[in-house]
């Protein structure tokens, strides 16, 4: 009977770390595409310039996105597979 409590704890535990993943992956996407509209705002750059500066920006954050939730899911095995 322990084993199916174990391994249900297991699976809450991945559930909790992918919901964190997931979160943390969009405030930090968020926050860097909103450094690029902040120097789009700031600066002033209009027409073509700064489309592809918020484009660029959005890009960067979707890049950082996909970069926390790699990186946090990969933690999360490797602290799994130590038995942590």
């Given at each position: ?37 902040g120097l789009t705002l ?17 890009l960067l954050g979707a ?22």
């Open positions: 009977m322990d084993m199916g409590r174990e391994a249900r704890w297991e699976k809450d535990a991945m559930t909790v770390e992918i919901a964190f993943a997931l979160v943390t992956a969009a405030v930090l996407a968020a926050a860097v595409f909103a450094v690029a509209l700031v600066l002033g750059i209009s027409g073509p310039a700064g489309k592809r500066t918020l484009t660029g920006g959005a890049a950082a996105g996909l970069w926390r939730v790699v990186w946090v899911l990969r933690r999360f095995d490797a602290r799994r597979r130590r038995g942590r």
